[in-house]
């Protein structure tokens, strides 16, 4: 079993997750986490000065590690 | 684990097996602890960057990915909308005094300054354009840059009950007419005075008369006005009440005007009437009856009122059929679709329920969408006024519609 370069791993990863989240399904990485895209819908706010804020709609890309930090000393 | 579907597939894409895969992410993702261990951050180039948080680790995407995924919003950004309340009070308090001096610069500096913040609500001009549709006379003024500005002032008020707001605009570009046209000497600072009386207040002196015949006479309309002779000669008390320091200004313009007309009408001599549009315009109205005009005697009275309703059909920015592009102005987004089929279909959905609606071709670096917009507002605040007249969202659409600018 040879050892595949990181750099090719992490470059066909990243296309991979882009394909399959364009989906909208949510993809797990073994290892590392569970990526998926959540979206925040327009808002509209009123300041205090009176005047509206308008925010624009997003899809934002969403993490959730499998990764755990050893607790420090 | 190696029966994980994205294993699988990421091992067809390197050409390995998936236990070779699935080492090589553990190894990944050991290499990330060990960095976010030592340091509180790790670089995975081309995916981003993990951080070491109190909560766990968490995960800052290249921004190159985050654009990837937001592409149908990518060229939206947030828009503040600014309350419209102070715009005619600022108008009102701060220009007569600039006025009375003759100098805008002093007091014109932070007008200039609150103006431009209102720029881009005055610049769409919904008001002047209804207004030019109304008024059909007011055209025949533009033949210098000061009687340009003078149309819009004479719209605007559209009665005389606030004087001040007539008065403002006018000693405003007063100042900017001296400051371009220093050397034009009476006949032209007449002019924008001669304006603001009028559509301050509608009867009053003999200057509101003689004045505009000075300013808009020059080059053609000379002959067309009577003697001044016969002009009413007593002056506005109540201006002379309200701003005295005019009293010697206002006699010098007039008597300045008088004779300026008086010299410029008498070579040409030939009293003619002023404006005779309404019997002109009917001209391109008669469709209907083109060879039945000679027999009959009313015809003409048919034609101007067949010509006023055409130009007075009002522009309903909510509810009509579709959205006019050249129109431009802002409209509510509803929807951002791959699909121009799909867009046209919610656009028309909205068209039946009676609300203007239409799709607006938006083109990013990676793709193309179909924005379905309802509603076409010629300023945003008009459009958020509006926003408790709009449709409901359709069932399948997430979120609160988007304000947008529809020639962007």
Same mark, same amino acid.
């Given at each position: ?44 706010r009123e300041e205090k000065d009176g005047s509206l804020f ?20 | ?6 294993? =699988? ?71 503040v909308?600014q309350t419209?309340a ?24 932070? $007008? ?107 080059? $053609? ?18 201006? =002379?009440?309200? +701003? ?35 019997? $002109? ?45 050249? +129109? ?27 609300? +203007?609606?239409?799709?607006?071709? $938006? ?46």
């Amino acid at each position: 079993m040879h050892k595949l370069p990181q750099e090719e791993v992490v470059q066909q990863l990243v296309n991979l997750l882009q394909s399959e989240l364009t989906h909208s399904r949510p993809v797990r990485i073994p290892y590392i986490g569970t990526f998926r895209i959540v979206h925040h819908t327009s808002d509209i706010r009123e300041e205090k000065d009176g005047s509206l804020f308008i925010t624009p709609p997003q899809d934002e890309l969403d993490f959730h590690p499998e990764i755990e930090l050893s607790p420090e000393d | 684990m190696t029966n994980d579907p994205f294993t =699988h597939r990421l091992a067809e894409l390197l050409n390995a097996e998936p236990k070779e895969v699935l080492a090589a992410l553990e190894r990944l993702a050991l290499r990330i602890r060990s960095e976010l261990e030592q340091d509180g951050i790790a670089v995975v180039e081309g995916l981003g960057t993990f951080r070491a948080t109190d909560g766990g680790v968490t995960l800052d995407p290249e921004p190159r990915l985050s654009r990837y995924f937001n592409r149908p919003y990518e060229s939206l950004k947030p828009v503040v909308v600014q309350t419209p309340a102070g715009d005619t009070s600022y108008q009102k308090t701060d220009i007569v005094p600039s006025h009375e001096t003759g100098q805008a610069e002093p007091g014109a500096e932070e $007008e200039e300054g609150a103006e431009a913040e209102r720029a881009e609500e005055t610049e769409p001009a919904p008001v002047n354009d209804v207004t030019g549709e109304k008024e059909p006379e007011v055209p025949e003024e533009p033949e210098t840059p000061e009687e340009e500005t003078v149309e819009p002032e004479d719209a605007a008020p559209a009665g005389p009950v606030i004087p001040a707001e007539a008065e403002t605009v006018p000693e405003e570009e007063e100042a900017a007419l001296d400051e371009e046209v220093p050397d034009t000497g009476e006949p032209v600072v007449q002019p924008p005075e001669a304006a603001h009386t009028v559509s301050s207040n509608g009867p009053p002196p003999v200057e509101e008369e003689t004045e505009p015949a000075a300013a808009a006479g020059e080059p $053609e309309e000379l002959d067309e006005f009577p003697p001044p002779t016969q002009k009413r000669e007593v002056p506005d008390e109540a201006e =002379h009440r309200r +701003r005295p320091v005019w009293i010697p200004l206002l006699f010098f313009l007039l008597i300045g005007g008088v004779i300026a007309v008086y010299v410029l009408t008498r070579p040409i001599g030939g009293p003619t009437v002023v404006e005779r549009p309404a019997p $002109e315009q009917p001209a391109p109205a008669d469709e209907p009856r083109p060879a039945d005009v000679d027999p009959d005697a009313p015809a003409p009275v048919d034609e101007p009122a067949e010509t006023p309703a055409a130009p007075e059909e009002p522009f309903d920015p909510l509810r009509g059929n579709a959205i006019h592009v050249d +129109r431009g102005g802002y409209t509510w987004i509803y929807a951002s679709l791959p699909d121009m089929a799909a867009a046209e279909e919610v656009a028309q959905d909205f068209r039946r329920q009676g609300f +203007r609606s239409g799709v607006i071709v $938006e083109r990013t670096d990676a793709r193309t969408f179909y924005r379905v917009g309802v509603g076409q507002f010629q300023t945003q605040e008009e459009a958020t006024a509006a926003l408790n007249q709009m449709p409901p969202l359709p069932a399948n659409t997430p979120g609160n519609p988007w304000l947008r600018r529809i020639n962007q």
